[in-house]
């Protein structure tokens, strides 16, 4: 079954680092999204991406953070210069079409730990 | 007012027991309702989708909708360890999560 696959599993940075969390979707799906959750939090939406664009994003994703699709497959965060509180499981999800009952497919996630 | 709110637990039930979860939604608009599972370090897998109102059933599990009270719950019949996690709620095609319900099957 295909699946969403999240590079690296962890990641270990210094505070005011810039980090790039890797995601690739499935490949027929269109629409793509971040989230992440802290340490004994809940789940909480950063962005979701759609046709090259940012179609929506929460209040968390500030000017910090920055979402690209560099080629066909690939789908990136980008976190500019990292802060403590940034230390969080990040994941990445794809669906196929925007409609609502289109089930999200979640990758692995990323922890990432800043130091 | 939370977006999403469930009860945080935990939920302890004895093997083969029903176990079940309770979410509410301040939302009225909101058109789908999920139920993911979550094992500790892990992503959210879903296990219900659900849009209107009434009862699903897939398999041991069943999801129940009542739009008028914003309201959805989640049982699990015949639990066993395995289902030992925590069960996320999440409304609508964004997915707005709840805390999550921490659930122990007890062998």
């Known amino acids: 079954e295909p699946e969403v696959t999240q590079t690296p599993s962890h990641q270990v940075t210094q505070m005011g680092q810039e980090v790039i969390l890797r995601c690739v979707p499935i490949s027929n799906h269109l629409y793509f999204y971040w989230y992440r959750q802290i340490l004994g939090q809940k789940v909480e939406f950063l962005v979701s991406?759609?046709?090259?664009?940012?179609?929506?994003k929460s209040e968390i994703f500030d000017d910090q953070f920055s979402v690209e699709r560099p080629d066909g497959s690939n789908f990136t965060l980008k976190i500019r210069s990292t802060k403590l509180e940034d230390s969080a499981m990040y994941f990445c999800?794809?669906?196929?079409?925007?409609?609502?009952?289109?089930?999200?497919?979640f990758g692995n996630g990323t922890r990432l730990t800043v130091t | 007012q939370k977006e999403v709110e469930q009860n945080s637990g935990p939920l302890s039930v004895p093997e083969g027991a029903i176990a079940s979860l309770n979410c509410t939604y301040s939302d009225r608009g909101s058109q789908s309702f999920f139920w993911y599972r979550q094992y500790s370090g892990k992503s959210p897998e879903l296990i219900m989708s659900i849009y209107s109102n009434g009862d699903k059933e897939d398999g041991r599990f069943t999801a129940q909708l009542n739009k008028a009270s914003q309201y959805v719950s989640l049982l699990i019949r015949d639990s066993q360890p395995s289902d030992s996690a925590t069960y996320l709620c999440?409304?609508?095609?964004?997915?707005?999560f709840g805390a999550g319900t921490t659930v122990t099957v007890r062998a």
């Open positions: 999440a409304v609508n095609y964004k997915l707005s």
């Open positions: 999800a794809s669906r196929e079409r925007s409609s609502y009952n289109s089930p999200l497919h």
């Open positions: 991406f759609y046709n090259n664009e940012i179609s929506e």
